[in-house]
């Protein structure tokens, strides 16, 4: 199980850090994604890392503003955003991906329906 943590409510051009957090010992054996829901509106893949950090892919909205970051160790994945905009209103998601040790190209990473397990969500919000 995932559990994503670390939203909350900013102002336009404020930094938040999202963590995706699990006890699963396996899950440094996958990549792990970052989606983004607005209301009304369908997922929308905000960035992924692969199982070694590699394979890292960012959504073209957030590029140049938003990192992602994981740590085996500690079993957790962070998503540090910065330059926040109202646009970047959303809950978001964590997910693993379904297949270990996976590579691939980036329409492989940022497909809702290649991630099987998805964290509870974390409200971000952004005022103008």
């Known amino acids: 199980q995932l559990q994503a943590s670390g939203g909350g409510l900013v102002q336009t051009g404020d930094s938040l850090r999202l963590s995706c957090t699990t006890s699963?010992?396996?899950?440094?054996?996958?990549?792990v994604g970052w989606f983004r829901q607005a209301p009304g509106k369908e997922h929308e893949f905000v960035a992924s890392?692969?199982?070694?950090?590699?394979?890292?892919y960012y959504g073209d909205s957030v590029k140049g503003r938003f990192t992602i970051s994981r740590d085996n160790t500690r079993y957790t994945v962070a998503l540090e955003m910065n330059n926040l905009k109202p646009e970047d209103t959303a809950v978001y998601y964590c997910a693993r991906h379904r297949e270990s040790y996976i590579t691939g190209s980036y329409p492989y990473w940022s497909a809702p329906k290649n991630y099987n397990y998805w964290g509870q969500g974390t409200q971000v919000t952004v005022s103008s």
């Open positions: 890392i692969g199982w070694n950090g590699n394979r890292i």
């Open positions: 699963e010992r396996t899950f440094s054996n996958y990549g």
